[in-house]
């Protein structure tokens, strides 16, 4: 069977930190997965890896078949990625943004992008420096949504969005 993401026996120390310890999942396509744990559990390290961030220190990631950190190109051009930061360029305005964000991929589609900004009740020319936290957690979604992925990876998606936001993105 072919995975979409599969770890095997991944460990990742941070000087005297075991952040990962001998982790090993296979991820089937068509689910949704969810990682739980503590803050300091190792979540974000193991996504880390996953999209290439990280080179694992022991153990093997693969992603669609691929090694994420020997193929980044062909592994994150499938891949929609939300980080728990937002990593967001505060000083350029939304529309900006999705000009910018769809410069990295062929298969952006701006008709998809533009009915996710009407959903979010989201205005295109304002900067994102003066979004709210919520609007800032619901512009990267559109930018991680947009490109239509294989693979969504979103750390701590529902982080600054109320609930309403949050059920009307998975509705």
């Known amino acids: ?13 941070f000087k ?11 991820l089937t396509p068509g689910k949704v997965y969810g ?12 996504i880390k890896h996953i999209i290439g961030a990280l080179q694992p220190q022991a153990g093997s990631v693969k992603v669609f078949g691929m090694t994420p950190a020997s193929s980044p190109v062909e592994v994150l051009s499938q891949i929609g990625y939300l980080s728990e930061d937002r990593d ?9 943004l999705l000009n910018y964000t769809a410069s990295f991929f062929d298969d952006w589609d701006r008709a998809y992008a533009q009915q996710l900004l009407e959903k979010f009740h989201l205005e295109a020319n304002i ?9 800032k957690a619901r512009i990267g979604l559109i ?3 947009a490109h239509r992925p294989q693979l969504l990876v979103l750390d701590e998606p529902s982080s600054g969005l109320d609930v309403s936001v949050r059920l009307s993105a998975v509705g």
């Open 1 to 13: 069977m072919q995975y979409v993401v599969e770890v095997n026996n991944l460990s990742r120390t």
């Open 16 to 26: 005297e930190k075991v952040a990962l310890d001998d982790v090993t999942i296979q």
């Open 35 to 46: 990682l739980l744990g503590e803050n300091g559990a190792g979540k974000s390290t193991l």
């Open 88 to 96: 967001l360029p505060m000083w350029m305005r939304v529309n900006e």
């Open 127 to 135: 900067k994102v420096k003066n979004m709210s936290r919520g609007e």
């Open 143 to 145: 930018t991680a949504l």
